[in-house]
T-cell receptor, first 111, second 115 residues
Framework: GNSVTQMEGPVTLSEEAFLTINCTYTATGYPSLFWYVQYPGEGLQLLLKATKADDKGSNKGFEATYRKETTSFHLEKGSVQVSDSAVYFCALKAPGNQFYFGTGTSLTVIP | EPEVTQTPSHQVTQMGQEVILRCVPISNHLYFYWYRQILGQKVEFLVSFYNNEISEKSEIFDDQFSVERPDGSNFTLKIRSTKLEDSAMYFC?????????????FGEGSRLTVL
């Protein structure tokens, strides 16, 4: 079946620290992979995506590389800011109409 | 910027009562979804809707649940007889096309508390 597993939170970092949030997946076929972010009081928003193996998605200083050999799509940012405090969701879309999400990882960045 | 809107933001109800959660998807979108997230658990797929009918549904989406697009703009989720375990955040989402890379646009969620 299709599923996503992401690292448990919460994660607390100091400003300018390096961020990694791990995400691994199981899927039938060749999924597209996504990171969504939810800021306080808002809905989930697409942060970045990758549609095939070895693709790198990037946005707002965040990056994630689609690794088929390790079935992973880890989210990284070199220097986090207070404004990055949010909940981050890893997701996949297998062929068809369904998206599958992880549990979300809460990130708090302190000044 | 167009957005998905959901009402109510929070609803408290007694077990056994009917609840309707409302969503207004982005106007030129064709695919509509309901997801839910029980506190501390995964965001779970409930149902997808296209061309005025359900296209996929999960095991969670049993006979107690129904969806409707009554007037071409609203997309509603009805729970006929709520149970304690229905307490969750319910997210509506929409998408313009069917392509595998299509982005989902989410509403802010409706928190349902069943007492």
């Amino acid at each position: 079946g299709n599923s996503v597993t992401q690292m448990e939170g919460p994660v607390t970092l100091s400003e300018e620290a390096f961020l990694t949030i791990n995400c691994t997946y199981t899927a039938t076929g060749y999924p597209s992979l996504f990171w969504y972010v939810q800021y306080p009081g808002e809905g989930l928003q697409l942060l970045l995506k990758a549609t095939k193996a070895d693709d790198k998605g990037s946005n707002k200083g965040f990056e994630a590389t689609y690794r088929k050999e390790t079935t992973s799509f880890h989210l990284e940012k070199g220097s986090v800011q207070v404004s990055d405090s949010a909940v981050y969701f890893c997701a996949l879309k297998a062929p068809g109409n369904q998206f599958y999400f992880g549990t979300g990882t809460s990130l708090t960045v302190i000044p | 910027e167009p957005e998905v809107t959901q009402t109510p933001s929070h609803q408290v109800t007694q077990m056994g009562q009917e609840v309707i959660l409302r969503c207004v998807p982005i106007s030129n979108h064709l695919y509509f979804y309901w997801y839910r997230q029980i506190l501390g658990q995964k965001v779970e797929f409930l149902v997808s809707f296209y061309n005025n009918e359900i296209s996929e549904k999960s095991e969670i989406f049993d006979d107690q649940f129904s969806v409707e697009r009554p007037d071409g703009s609203n997309f509603t989720l009805k729970i006929r007889s709520t149970k304690l375990e229905d307490s969750a955040m319910y997210f509506c989402a929409s998408r313009r096309d069917r392509g595998d890379t299509g982005e989902l646009f989410f509403g802010e969620g409706s928190r349902l508390t069943v007492l």
